[in-house]
């Protein structure tokens, strides 16, 4: 849809904003989805982890939802009553799930034997300190100058 199309048409120019907006948009769209199918998808999950694959997948599969959506939304179906919604919401569940899994990936790993030798030295200990000599001199003494 060129600018000549949308000027020919009648429609409130409250909205032409709009309109350009969404055509930019669309247009983006279009150019992201020549890029990806330029591709061929086993080329592409090839040199992807499997975290990243299903990364791909739900948001190519959500995407796809959420422009039918939109579809039935200009042909004037509620898409709040529609399978598509639940649709959507079981994606969402799985990019969750996979979104809990990469934070776990980040998360930083206990060292276990650092952590008690790190607990063990910090603790204060009545009996260690009768038998352990202070190399700084105990408050209250006065050392002996040579």
């Given at each position: 849809m060129s600018e000549d199309d949308i000027n020919t048409e009648e429609y409130?120019?409250?909205?032409?904003?709009?309109?350009?907006?969404?055509?930019?948009?669309?247009?983006?769209?279009?150019?992201?989805?020549?890029?990806?199918?330029?591709?061929?998808?086993s080329e592409l999950l090839q040199k992807l982890e499997p975290l990243e694959q299903a990364k791909l997948d739900l948001v190519s599969v959500y995407t796809l939802n959420s422009m039918f959506w939109v579809y039935l939304a200009t042909q004037g179906i509620n898409p709040k009553e529609h399978p598509v919604k639940q649709e959507l919401e079981r994606i969402r569940t799985y990019?969750?799930?996979?979104?809990?899994?990469?934070?776990?990936?980040?998360?930083?790993?206990?060292?276990?034997?650092?952590?008690?030798?790190?607990?063990?030295?910090?603790l204060w200990e009545p009996n260690a300190e009768k038998g352990h000599t202070s190399k700084t001199p105990a408050k209250g003494k006065k050392r002996k100058m040579d």
């Amino acid at each position: 849809m060129s600018e000549d199309d949308i000027n020919t048409e009648e429609y409130p120019t409250e909205i032409h904003d709009y309109l350009a907006a969404f055509e930019k948009s669309l247009g983006s769209v279009d150019e992201m989805l020549k890029t990806m199918m330029s591709v061929s998808r086993s080329e592409l999950l090839q040199k992807l982890e499997p975290l990243e694959q299903a990364k791909l997948d739900l948001v190519s599969v959500y995407t796809l939802n959420s422009m039918f959506w939109v579809y039935l939304a200009t042909q004037g179906i509620n898409p709040k009553e529609h399978p598509v919604k639940q649709e959507l919401e079981r994606i969402r569940t799985y990019m969750n799930k996979v979104r809990e899994i990469a934070d776990k990936k980040k998360a930083s790993k206990l060292d276990k034997g650092a952590a008690s030798r790190f607990v063990r030295n910090a603790l204060w200990e009545p009996n260690a300190e009768k038998g352990h000599t202070s190399k700084t001199p105990a408050k209250g003494k006065k050392r002996k100058m040579d």
